[in-house]
C-alpha cells in the first residue's frame, strides 16, 4: 500500500472566542497555502484509490481541497481520524489491498503518533508534521506490520514542486 499521511492546513487559532474546537475551519490563507501544497502533491502521487478524512471541519476542508486537486475522488469522512487510537487509525487502513494507494488526512499529534508506529520510531515528537505537510509510505504487507517512511515534507516544499510541474494536469492521472 502506498499511504499518504496529510496535516490538515492552518486553521483558526485553538481559543478563538465562539469557535470550538472541533469547529475550527481554515484561515483564508491557510487555504491559499495548501491549494498550492496539493498541487505539489499531485505532482509527486497519482490520484490515489481512497481520500479519507477526519470529519472535522479543518481537515474536512483541506482533503476537498486535495480532492479537487486531483480531481474524481470523493473524501470519505472518517470519526477515527479524528481521535488519538493508533489501533483505530490502523482498523481504518485494514481493509484496503495491499497494493492500494490510500490518503489519510487528519490531525497533530495522531498523524505524527501513526507514522512512528508505521515505521517502528519510538520518537513520535521528532516526526511532528508541519500544517499541510505531507508524508508518503510504502507498506508492503499487513498495515500492523509497519512499513517506509518514502518522504516527508513540509508544505513550503511542495507548494515550489508545484511550481516545478504547473504544465501537468493532475486531474488526467
Do not use: N, Y
Request: net charge positive; glycine share 10%.
Amino acid at each position: 500500500m502506498k499511504l499518504l499521511l496529510v496535516r490538515h492546513a492552518e486553521a483558526v487559532p485553538r481559543g478563538t472566542p465562539g469557535i470550538p474546537d472541533d469547529a475550527r475551519p481554515l484561515t483564508p490563507s491557510g487555504e491559499r497555502s495548501f491549494r498550492e501544497a496539493a498541487l505539489g502533491l499531485a505532482c509527486l502521487v497519482p490520484r490515489p484509490d481512497a481520500l479519507l478524512a477526519s470529519p472535522l471541519p479543518r481537515a474536512r476542508r483541506t482533503a476537498e481541497i486535495c480532492a479537487e486537486t486531483w480531481g474524481k475522488i470523493e473524501p470519505r469522512h472518517v470519526r477515527a481520524l479524528a481521535e488519538r487510537s493508533i489501533p483505530a487509525q490502523l482498523g481504518v487502513l485494514r481493509p484496503f489491498p495491499v497494493d492500494a494507494a490510500v490518503a489519510l488526512v487528519g490531525h497533530e499529534p495522531h498523524l505524527s503518533h501513526l507514522l512512528a508506529t508505521l515505521i517502528r520510531s519510538p520518537d513520535a515528537d521528532r516526526l511532528t508534521f508541519r500544517k499541510g505537510g505531507a508524508a508518503l509510505l510504502d507498506i508492503a504487507g499487513p498495515v500492523g506490520e509497519g512499513g517506509t517512511l518514502l518522504w516527508f515534507l513540509p508544505p513550503e516544499i511542495l507548494g515550489r514542486l508545484a511550481g516545478q510541474g504547473a504544465d501537468r494536469d493532475p486531474s488526467a492521472s
